[in-house]
C-alpha cells in the first residue's frame, strides 16, 4: 500500500496522468446492466499488470526441470525398449548404413577431402544424434549440398592459404557451426526456421541438386581436370559439352552405374505394383541398390586393375586408412575462422533449413511432433564432438531419412545399429576402397542429388496456391544456375520476406455488412425443421410467415462480395451512419496508416458533415478543405447519412502497439471534427488479448467519449451467458416459455407501423430497442456478463456490437429530437 501511494504521489509531480479519460467510469457503472445483482452477477475486467507479463515468461522450477528434462528425449523412452522396437530398428539400421558407407565416402570427396572423412562423419552422425532426437526417421551425416559448400572453401583455402590443410578448415567450420545452432537450440529459439518459407527450400534444393550433378558430370566422364568443376553451374555444364571429345574409360564405370541405378529401382517400383503381396521385399533391394552398384563396380575395377595398382586403367580411390586416423583435438583460431568467415551464415542456414525440413515432414507423415529446438540442439552437439574423430559439418539427409522411415525404424536407436555397420567397415573395408571407381561414386551422387529436384507437378501446384510465389522459386533456381549455392538461399529468403513485408504493408482491411441467413438440411430448416424452405419470388423465406425465428441468423460478409461470398447476395448496409471494418492481417505499426487511410476515405466518400456550417467564414477553411469556387453552391449531398459509429473486428489482431494505437487516437479526433458537434462511437468486437484490451483502454477506447452536447444516460447492451446447466427439463421448460413471450412480443411488433427506417436495435430478434424494454427472459439460475462492465464498448462479438451501436445510435436521436430536455432511453 506505502508502495502505491508513493507511486502515486511520484506520478503526481511528474504530471503522469494515470487514469486518461476515465472520467465517465463511474457513470457507466451506475445502473447499467439490464439485469438486477438479483438476476445477473456483475464483471469487472481487470487490466493485466507488467509483473503479470514477467511472472509469465520467468521460469520457475518446474519450467526448469522440464527445461533440463527435455534436453535428453531419449530418457522418455528408453525405459520402455522392448524386443520388437529392436528388431525395427535393426532392420532400419543396417539398411542405413549399407547406404551411407558409398555415399559417405561420395561425399566427402565432393568436400574435397580424402574419403574416410566420410565415413568419420557418417558414424559420428548416427551415433551421437540418438541421445537427442525427437526424430525418429532422420539420419545425420554427410549431405550433398553441405559437402559442395566445405568443397568450395576447402578449395578455396588450398589456394589463398595452402600451409593449412582441408580436413583441419573442415573441422574448424564444424566446431563454429555447431556451436551456433547449439546455442540456437538452448535457448529454445527454434521458430528462427520458420522465417524460411517452403518455395525457398524447394528453390535451394533444386538449384543445389543442379548444381551438385552438373559439377559431378566431368568426373563421371573422365575428364574433370579440363576445367573448373567448381564454377558457376552453367560455365560447368557448358564446359562439360565442350569436353565431351575428351571422354574417357571412366564413362563407361560411371554411365552403366548411372543407368543400373535408376533400372533398378524402376524395375523394383514396377514389380512391386504387380506383385504388391512382395513389396516389402522389392523395397529393400531397392534400398540396397546402391551398396549393390558399388560393390558390382568395384569387383569389376579390381579385375581389371588388379595387375596396374600404380597405373589403374580409370581413376579409383585407392589406399583408404584402417580405422579414426583423423582423431584429435580439431584447431581453430582467428586465421581459420577468416578463411570461411563469409560462407559461415549460408553454412549454418544449410545445415538448418536440410535437417528441420525434414524432421518436420517426416513426423507429419508418421504422426509425431518434432521440437525444431532440440532437433537445433542435437545438430549442434553433432557438429561440435565430431571433429574430435575427423568428421565435418553434417546434418539430416532426405534420401536416407526416406528410406530408414520405409524400412520400418521404431526409434532413434536405429542410428546405434548404423553407427556399428560404418565402424565395420571403417576398420574391415579398407582393402575393398581401394578398387571403388571415383566414376561410379561420381554416379551415385548424381542419383541421389536427382531426388532433390522439385517436380513440374509440385511447381504447378506452388502457382495453384500462391501464383506470387513461383517467380521467387524460380529466382532461386537461376541464382543458383548462374551464380552459387550461397546466393541462391539469400535470394529466395530475401525475396520472401520482402513478400511478406509487402503484403503486411498493404493489407487491406473490409467493410462488412448483415446478411440473414439459415441453415439448411435438404429442404428442412435447422432449428425449425417443421417448416420447408419455399421460393417466393425468387428469394427464399420461411413458410408460415416473414418474421424472424430461432432458425434466423445475421452473418456479416463484405459489403463489394472481395471473400468470394454469392454476388447475388445483397448485403445491406448495417446502418445509415454505421461502419463495420475488419482488420485482416493484424493492426501494427506497418500496416497501420494504411489501414486507417482506407477507413477514413470510405467514410469521407459516404458521408457528410454532421454541420454543414462548421466554417463560419472561408478563411476559416483548412487549405486541404477549400470548398467550392465562387458563385458555386457547396455539395451537400443530402442522401449521404451522418457519421454515427465505427465498429472493428478486431478478430485477427493479436496485438497492438504504440504506433497502430496512435494512429487510431489521430482518427478518432478527426473523425470527431468531422461529426462535430456530435462525436462518433468506437465499438471493438472479437479482441482476443488483454494487452490489445488495456492498450485501447489506455488511448481511451471502451467506454463512450465525453460528448459536450448530450447528457443521456449511457445504457449499452451486454452478452449475458446462463450459469450452471442448460440440458435440464426445468431449462427446457423456461426455453418454451421465453419463446412463447418473444413470439407473442414479435407479433405485437409486426402489427405496428413502421416508424420510417426500418432498422431494429435486436436484428437478431426482430425487435426494436423500447421493445427490449418491456420484455423480460425468465431464468431459475443466475447469469452473468460475458465482458466486464466497466468495457461496455468492448463485444464479444459483431452482433453484440451492432445491436449496442444502433442503439445508442437511436437514444442519441431520441434525445436530440426532445430537444436535449430528457435522458435517452435505452435497452
Not at 410 to 427: D, K, S
Not at 645 to 673: E, F, H, M, P
Request: proline letters at 6%; one cysteine or more.
Amino acid at each position: 500500500m506505502s508502495a502505491t501511494k508513493v507511486g502515486h504521489a511520484l506520478a503526481r509531480g511528474l504530471g503522469i496522468k494515470l487514469n486518461y479519460r476515465n472520467e465517465l467510469d463511474d457513470e457507466i457503472r451506475r445502473g447499467e446492466s439490464v439485469f438486477s445483482s438479483q438476476t445477473a452477477d456483475t464483471y469487472v475486467e481487470q487490466e493485466p499488470h507488467a509483473i503479470e507479463w514477467v511472472k509469465d515468461v520467468t521460469p520457475n522450477g518446474q519450467d526448469l526441470r522440464q527445461y533440463l528434462w527435455s534436453l535428453f528425449p531419449f530418457l522418455h523412452w528408453i525405459s520402455r525398449y522392448n524386443a520388437q522396437w529392436f528388431a525395427g530398428d535393426m532392420v532400419a539400421g543396417i539398411t542405413i548404413g549399407a547406404v551411407v558407407v558409398p555415399q559417405g565416402m561420395a561425399y566427402a570427396v565432393l568436400a574435397e577431402l580424402p574419403p574416410q572423412y566420410g565415413l568419420y562423419t557418417s558414424f559420428m552422425g548416427v551415433l551421437i544424434y540418438w541421445f537427442f532426437a525427437t526424430s525418429k526417421d532422420i539420419t545425420i551425416g554427410p549431405v550433398a549440398v553441405m559437402s559442395t559448400l566445405v568443397g568450395k572453401i576447402v578449395k578455396h583455402a588450398a589456394q589463398t592459404n595452402p600451409e593449412i590443410d582441408g580436413p583441419v578448415i573442415a573441422a574448424a567450420l564444424s566446431i563454429i557451426c555447431g556451436a551456433i545452432i547449439v546455442f540456437i537450440g538452448l535457448i529454445r529459439a527454434g521458430w528462427i526456421v520458420d522465417l524460411i518459407p517452403l518455395v525457398s527450400i524447394s528453390a535451394f534444393m533444386t538449384g543445389s541438386a543442379i548444381n551438385i550433378a552438373a559439377g559431378q558430370v566431368p568426373t563421371m566422364m573422365g575428364y574433370s581436370n579440363k576445367f573448373d568443376t567448381r564454377a558457376e553451374t552453367f560455365r560447368v555444364i557448358i564446359n562439360s559439352f565442350k569436353h565431351l571429345p575428351d571422354t574417357t574409360l571412366d564413362a563407361a564405370m560411371g554411365l552403366t552405374a548411372l543407368f543400373l541405378l535408376y533400372a533398378i529401382r524402376w524395375g523394383c517400383s514396377f514389380a512391386a505394383k504387380k506383385w504388391p503381396q512382395r513389396q516389402k521385399t522389392f523395397f529393400f533391394i531397392a534400398t540396397l541398390r546402391t551398396a549393390f552398384v558399388i560393390l558390382l563396380y568395384t569387383m569389376v575395377s579390381w579385375l581389371v586393375n588388379r595387375h596396374h595398382r600404380k597405373n589403374p586403367l580409370f581413376k579409383i580411390l585407392k589406399t583408404v586408412p584402417r580405422g579414426f586416423t583423423a582423431a584429435a583435438v580439431p584447431t581453430v583460431n582467428t586465421k581459420i575462422i577468416k578463411i570461411f568467415a563469409g560462407e559461415l551464415p549460408s553454412a549454418v542456414i544449410v545445415l538448418l533449413i536440410e535437417h528441420i525440413a525434414i524432421s518436420k515432414s517426416f513426423g507429419r507423415i508418421n504422426n509425431y511432433i518434432i521440437n525444431p529446438s532440440q532437433e537445433m540442439v542435437a545438430i549442434g552437439v553433432t557438429n561440435l564432438l565430431g571433429p574430435f574423430l575427423g568428421a565435418y559439418p553434417a546434418t539430416g539427409s532426405f534420401s536416407r531419412t526416406a528410406i530408414k522411415s520405409k524400412a520400418g525404424v521404431r526409434t532413434p536407436f536405429a542410428g546405434v545399429i548404423t553407427a556399428l555397420v560404418v565402424l565395420l567397415a571403417i576398420y574391415a573395408l579398407p582393402a575393398v576402397f581401394f578398387y571403388i571407381p571415383s566414376a561410379s561414386l561420381s554416379a551415385v551422387i548424381i542419383h541421389a542429388v536427382g531426388d532433390l529436384i522439385t517436380p513440374p507437378n509440385t511447381v504447378y501446384q506452388f502457382w495453384r496456391v500462391s501464383p506470387l510465389e513461383v517467380p521467387i522459386f524460380f529466382a532461386g533456381v537461376f541464382v543458383t544456375i548462374f551464380s552459387s549455392i550461397e546466393n541462391g538461399i539469400y535470394t529466395t529468403i530475401c525475396v520472401s520476406l520482402a513478400l511478406l513485408l509487402y503484403r503486411v504493408l498493404k493489407a487491406k482491411g473490409r467493410f462488412l455488412g448483415k446478411v440473414k441467413v439459415h441453415s439448411l438440411v435438404g429442404e428442412s430448416i435447422v432449428g425449425n425443421e417443421s417448416k420447408p424452405f419455399l421460393p417466393n419470388n425468387g428469394t427464399f423465406t420461411p413458410s408460415g410467415g416473414t418474421h424472424e425465428d430461432s432458425s434466423t441468423r445475421n452473418i456479416f460478409l463484405p459489403l463489394d462480395h472481395g471473400d468470394g461470398s454469392n454476388p447475388d447476395i445483397e448485403v445491406q448496409v448495417p446502418y445509415p451512419g454505421v461502419f463495420i471494418y475488419r482488420f485482416s492481417e493484424g493492426f501494427n505499426y506497418p500496416n497501420a496508416n494504411h489501414y486507417l487511410d482506407q477507413l477514413t476515405n470510405h467514410v469521407f466518400a459516404t458521408t457528410r458533415r454532421t454541420n454543414l456550417d462548421h466554417y463560419p467564414r472561408p478563411g476559416d477553411r483548412p487549405w486541404n478543405d477549400p470548398g467550392p469556387r465562387r458563385g458555386k453552391a457547396p455539395e451537400v449531398h443530402p442522401d449521404r447519412p451522418t457519421l454515427k459509429a465505427i465498429i472493428l473486428d478486431l478478430s485477427s489482431v493479436n496485438n497492438v502497439d504504440i504506433t497502430s494505437v496512435q494512429q487510431l487516437i489521430d482518427v478518432r479526433n478527426q473523425l470527431d471534427k468531422y461529426a462535430s458537434p456530435s462525436t462518433v462511437d468506437w465499438h471493438f468486437a472479437s479482441i482476443n488479448n488483454r494487452w490489445t484490451k488495456r492498450a485501447l483502454v489506455s488511448a481511451g477506447f471502451g467506454y463512450p467519449t465525453p460528448d459536450s452536447t448530450s447528457t443521456h444516460r449511457w445504457k449499452p447492451i451486454f452478452s449475458v451467458a446462463e450459469l450452471g446447466g442448460s440440458d435440464s427439463a426445468a431449462q427446457a421448460a423456461e426455453r418454451s416459455a421465453n419463446e412463447k413471450e418473444l413470439e407473442e412480443a414479435r407479433t405485437r411488433e409486426a402489427s405496428r407501423p413502421s416508424n420510417g427506417d426500418g432498422i431494429n436495435a435486436d436484428s437478431d430478434s426482430g425487435l426494436s430497442s423500447n421493445d427490449l424494454k418491456n420484455v423480460g427472459i425468465r431464468t431459475s439460475g443466475r447469469a452473468a456478463v460475458v465482458n466486464g462492465l466497466n468495457r461496455p464498448l468492448f463485444h464479444i462479438d459483431l452482433t453484440s456490437a451492432l445491436q449496442s451501436a444502433i442503439a445508442n445510435v437511436e437514444a442519441k436521436e431520441a434525445f436530440e429530437s426532445q430537444g436535449g430536455n430528457g435522458i435517452g432511453q435505452l435497452p
